[in-house]
């Protein structure tokens, strides 16, 4: 205890004891009267709240001047532990969200089918070329292509050469990108309907870094670096558990328990649940890409009533999400929410019903919330509501 506590027992126990201490004192042998008997007058102090304690102050000033202060000062303890406990646990999340997730560079590259001499995205002009049918099994049901049939497939969706675009449409030898909104139930949805030439226009990206995992930057930052024409948040992978392959390349092995999504080399998209993936496989076959988050929206082309989510977060959202239609041929949807007289977004059951009627073979949930956004040639599409994430990846479209 501070001096301040023994000054306050001080003065209670002299006013307490008070005359009856004073005729019982003993006299010097000089006959003066002792220092008991008469001590010197003292003036009185003053304790918390201007309360008078000390000689004359009565008992009831010095406990509670004591007190009060006492209790002042717990108080003040207690905020500032809890400040400090605060600061630790930030801390704590910032090391391991930020610091400990931070620039991940890939695992290892995964084999490649042998038909293919330019798998990943380069700078390239010799593009994607046919060299001998893929030997073995692969995880996907669709035939074989020649990457560069997209190109004699949808002639008629590429240019000789120039560019043209408007407000919603791109077009060029390698692209086509025609954006739509529409209004469901009066709620924008934003539709991209995407045909590539080959399959390296279809990319990932990780913020700040293309090829390192663990960064966050707003989509439309992520876009620009990357020189997209169109993209879209992704699986916002750092934070969530599963398998991670970006570009024919691994940053992370373990499985969760979402559903993941799988693009092939040969174009071709495919949904598994948790129970069904088979990672072995996937690593000795080697794969473009896998997210992992989810839910799948369809099954064999047809709208879900169940999917692998809780009920809460199957409710009114802003949502991202893809669609396969065939090899070179894909969407990009995005729905705001959260905003009333705009958009209070949609249910993973409408979200699911809306790629079936788009006629989608495969479609699967990304990242939602205040993560979902659609980007076109630098250009936020999307309204957001209130204040806008930061993500870890996007998907996009560039030459």
């Known amino acids: 205890m501070g001096n301040d506590d023994f000054g306050g027992n001080r003065g209670g126990r002299n006013d307490f004891f008070g005359d009856a201490y004073r005729k019982t004192s003993q006299v010097s042998v000089s006959g003066r009267p002792s220092a008991r008997e008469n001590p010197p007058r003292q003036a009185p102090q ?19 001047g004591r007190k009060a202060k006492r209790r002042g000062l717990s108080v003040a ?23 400990m997730n931070a620039e991940t560079d890939p695992i290892e590259s995964l084999p490649v089918p042998s038909w293919l001499s330019n798998p990943t995205p380069s700078d390239s002009p010799s593009g994607v070329t046919a060299t001998a049918p893929v030997s073995g099994p692969t995880q996907t049901d669709a035939a074989t292509a020649d990457p560069n049939d997209w190109r004699t497939k949808f002639s008629g969706m590429f ?8 407000e919603n449409t791109y077009k060029s030898k390698n692209i086509n990108i025609t954006i739509n909104k529409e209004i469901r139930d009066g709620v924008p949805y934003f539709i991209a309907d995407i045909y590539i030439a080959e399959l390296k226009y279809f990319r990932t990206a ?6 390192k995992m663990g960064e966050r930057e707003l989509t439309d930052k992520v876009a620009k670096e990357n020189n997209a024409i169109l993209a879209i948040n992704g699986d916002h992978c750092v934070d969530n558990a599963g398998t991670v392959i970006r570009n024919g390349k691994l940053y ?14 040969d174009g071709s998209m ?11 496989k996937t690593l000795a076959e080697g794969v473009y890409q896998v997210w992992s988050f989810g839910p799948m929206l369809l099954h064999n082309g047809k709208a879900m009533n169940d999917f692998n989510l809780p009920k809460t977060i199957g409710g009114m959202n802003p949502r991202t999400a893809v669609g396969y239609y065939e090899p070179g041929h894909y969407c990009f949807v995005q ?14 059951q409408q979200l699911s019903q809306l790629f079936a009627d788009l006629g989608c073979k495969v479609a699967y949930n990304l990242d939602g919330g205040q993560s979902s956004e659609i980007i076109f040639i630098n250009k936020m599409l999307n309204q957001q509501a209130g204040g806008r994430r930061s993500t870890t990846d996007i998907l996009y479209i560039g030459e």
Do not use: W
Not at 252 to 265: A, E, G, H, I, Q
């Open 46 to 64: 003053r304790g918390a709240g201007g309360a008078l304690y000390g000689r004359g102050a009565g008992q009831g000033g010095a406990h509670g």
């Open 77 to 99: 303890a207690a905020i500032f532990i809890d400040v400090l406990l605060a600061a630790v646990l930030l801390g704590i999340f910032y090391i391991t969200n930020y610091e």
């Open 159 to 166: 240019t000789d050469g120039a560019v043209e675009q408007t």
């Open 206 to 211: 990780f913020a700040k870094n293309p090829d």
């Open 252 to 265: 992370r092995k373990p499985k969760s328990s979402f559903d993941v999504l799988v693009m092939n080399y």
């Open 270 to 280: 495919q949904t598994f649940s948790p129970d069904k993936f088979d990672l072995d």
């Open 335 to 348: 729905i705001g929410g959260r905003q009333q007289g705009y958009s209070l977004g949609c249910t993973i």
